[in-house]
């Protein structure tokens, strides 16, 4: 993984960012070490971000100052899935205790119809939901980091804008890692010239070294600081968005971008062995399933049963089959369905859920429940950010796809996102990538498609202990769930909480994703002799794995943060 050397020099004594306009320079490879810092830590999946994050820090802004800059830094530095034409989830814990979430995610336009995606014979039209001006969302990402920074930032648009800015006007320079992203892409980049213009150079691959620069974007990003929500949902930059629309049969229009709205939804709350879990509610049903799933755990000895047991993971892979099935029941957006949150976070229900757990043998995901739940796209990315003060953010985004649609809309710099992928399409049917459809998650204007995205902050006598979540598509529950358990029942510091290998049940596939020899051979043989036969190994290795869990942890020794080694992240403290 590569850091570079800081391009905005930070000056505590005049608590101002003195802008240095050198090209960032990469200096340092970091490690699977943790990171440490008295003053606070960013971990992101973005060295240059995290750096951001960090200046931020040092310059005397809070966590959630540093959060809302990184979340615009990373739509310049990791354009996969940091973004301004997409969404994301923002979980809060403010040092006076005050707890809460941002929902920005993104909405069905209003012209969206539950059947859109069919064809005239009731069937799905493949590619549809993914790859079309249909498949956009009305992007929240802008509303909720500015909503987010006036309601707990300390500081200015413009303090928090100006290094995306500067990243996206002066350039970086491409690593291996970035490199590598818009190379494997570009065949899916080369019906949108506006998405060539910046993701290819002049039609070729852009090459390690190379200066990476988007003005277009950088430009955007400059009416936001000027005119706030108003330089996105309105004017140019709305011009721009809605012609596109206009011009591909897409559906967004202007109605739509003025009446956007990110939500303040409380937390989804839960306890598990003398810790407090606050995470986020529907429209993700993360929060709600880590819960459940914690819950049901609460009753097993995990600690005595050990990492990698055959016991641990059995117990483990039943609490997720079991709450994954009531997912695509009863999950969706609660503006429109009434998710019985309440319910299906209660200790009670989880007692009862779990009341046919046997230790000895495998449940069948037919007697649980019917339908599947494939793997979901893992392009997500995850921010966790620690202050000193006690302030701390975990925040999750996305443009769910990698590069979402792969369309740039023209003249803006802004990569669109295929998010009406997470509804479901049809009734009963899978879609594109297999996802059941259910009344909760159907299709209607103005609807938020539910989400897996779990950014969660885990509290210990009130302070905040431990910030992580993930990305990875329906992985991003149960990749939490386990940086959860790893600290918590097994007493590991972040980094190996982190690192540690990582395996996956969804109820349907009746299937156990596990990362390539991330259990022995005895502890898989025992596993089959519960009935967990079906074992599918994912390589882990740089960008390949389960998850991407950039966290940080609060220790005596220190704010300690850990980038997940599956990526090329960072975590990087305040000096
Ligand atoms: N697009 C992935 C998610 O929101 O879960």
């Not at 988007?214 to 929500?229: C, E, N, V, Y």
Request: net charge negative; glycine share 10%; with cysteine.
């Amino acid at each position: 993984m590569i850091l570079f050397r800081p391009f905005l020099m930070p000056s505590l004594a005049l608590g101002v960012l003195v802008v240095c306009l050198c090209l960032p320079q990469q200096v340092l490879a970091a490690s699977r070490a943790p990171q440490f810092s008295e003053s606070g830590m960013v971990a992101s999946r973005s060295g240059w971000a995290s750096q951001v994050g960090a200046d931020i820090l040092a310059a005397g802004g809070n966590a959630v100052d540093a959060a809302v800059a990184v979340g615009f830094a990373l739509a310049v530095t990791y354009p996969s899935a940091g973004n301004l034409g997409g969404g994301g989830f923002m979980v809060i814990h403010m040092a006076d205790g005050t707890v809460d979430t941002n929902d920005h995610r993104e909405r069905a336009p209003l012209a969206a119809t539950r059947d859109m995606y069919l064809d005239e014979h009731g069937d799905v039209i493949e590619g549809l939901s993914t790859a079309s001006h249909l498949a956009v969302g009305v992007p929240g990402t802008v509303d909720g980091l500015l909503a987010v920074l006036e309601k707990y930032g300390t500081m200015t648009r413009a303090q928090v804008i100006d290094p995306a800015i500067r990243l996206a006007s002066v350039g970086i320079r491409l690593d291996r890692d970035l490199a590598g992203q818009f190379e494997r892409r570009l065949k899916d980049f080369a019906p949108y010239p506006a998405s060539m213009g910046v993701f290819s150079n002049k039609g070729k691959p852009w090459q390690v070294g190379d200066v990476f620069k988007q003005p277009d974007l950088a430009a955007t990003l400059r009416r936001i600081k000027r005119h706030g929500r108003e330089g996105f949902y309105a004017g140019k930059t709305a011009d721009l968005l809605v012609a596109e629309m206009q011009a591909n049969d897409g559906l967004i229009t202007h109605e739509d971008l003025a009446q956007y709205r990110s939500v303040w939804r409380q937390p989804v709350r839960g306890t598990y062995r003398g810790h407090e879990i606050v995470s986020m509610p529907p429209p993700s049903s993360g929060g709600v399933l880590l819960v459940q799933m914690l819950n049901m755990l609460e009753s097993r000895d995990i600690a005595a049963s050990g990492f990698g047991s055959a016991a641990t993971v059995h117990a483990m892979v039943e609490a997720q089959r079991r709450a994954y099935a009531d997912r695509a029941e009863y999950l969706g957006d609660p503006d429109f369905f009434p998710v019985p949150v309440q319910t299906l976070t209660s200790k009670d229900y989880a007692e009862q859920r779990y009341a046919d757990f046997d230790p000895d043998k495998a449940s069948l995901s037919e007697d649980i429940g019917a339908g599947e739940i494939p793997l979901e796209s893992p392009d997500t990315t995850h921010v966790s950010v620690m202050d000193a003060a006690g302030n701390a953010v975990a925040y999750t985004t996305t443009l769910n796809l990698s590069f979402g649609a792969k369309m740039v809309a023209a003249g803006t710099g802004v990569l669109l996102n295929n998010e009406m992928d997470d509804f479901s399409a049809k009734e009963n049917t899978p879609n594109f990538y297999g996802l059941l459809g259910r009344t909760a998650n159907a299709i209607e204007p103005g609807k938020r498609m539910l989400s897996s995205m779990t950014p969660t902050i885990v509290l210990k006598d009130k302070q905040p202990l431990l910030v992580t979540g993930s990305p990875g598509g329906s992985t991003i529950i149960t990749t939490t769930l386990q940086v959860v358990i790893n600290v918590i029942d097994h007493g590991m510091d972040v980094a190996d909480a982190v690192a540690s290998p990582r395996f996956h049940h969804q109820w349907q596939p009746t299937r156990i994703l596990l990362e390539q020899r991330g259990l022995s051979p005895d502890t898989l043989s025992a596993l089959a002799a519960k009935g967990h036969t079906e074992i599918t190994p994912i390589p882990s290795f740089l960008g390949r794995g389960i998850g991407d869990a950039n966290s940080v942890m609060r220790t005596k020794q220190g704010i300690v943060g850990a980038a997940d080694p599956r990526n090329a992240g960072a975590a990087i403290g305040v000096p």
